[in-house]
Nanobody
Framework: QVQLVESGGGLVQPGGSLRLSCVAS???????MGWYRQAPGKQRESVAG???????NYADSVKGRFTISRDNAKNTVYLQMNSLKPDDTAVYYC?????????WGQGTQVTVSS
């Protein structure tokens, strides 16, 4: 069992930046990690992912603005979010996957508003 704890969310103005962190309770070296988000009334969607060897992928809507990274020594995954837009407002969830095992964090709220 892996517990994931997100932090770093908050209220930011359009054009601003936030960095989300996700700390795992166990070694994440062999896990693919990702960030998802869910806006009110919408389905949860993938935002960014990073494999255990460091290959990244992004949703088209965040390419060039968001960067996912990982620090295996700290069992932590980050999501740097720049040039934030009101459409980025959502609860952001951390996700860990290894084979058939999948784990979710409790989520952190990101609100982009002036």
């Amino acid at each position: 069992q892996v517990q994931l704890v997100e932090s770093g969310g908050g209220l930011v103005q359009p054009g601003g930046s936030l960095r989300l962190s996700c700390v795992a309770s166990a070694n994440i070296n062999i896990y693919s990690m990702g960030w998802y988000r869910q806006a009110p009334g919408k389905q949860r969607e993938s935002v960014a992912g990073i494999t255990f060897v460091g290959v990244t992928n992004y949703a088209d809507s965040v390419k060039g603005r968001f960067t996912i990274s990982r620090d295996n020594a700290k069992n932590t995954v980050y999501l740097q979010m720049n040039s934030l837009k009101p459409d980025d407002t959502a609860v952001y969830y951390c996700h860990a996957r290894q084979s058939l095992y999948r784990y979710w964090g409790q989520g952190t709220q990101v609100t982009v508003s002036s």
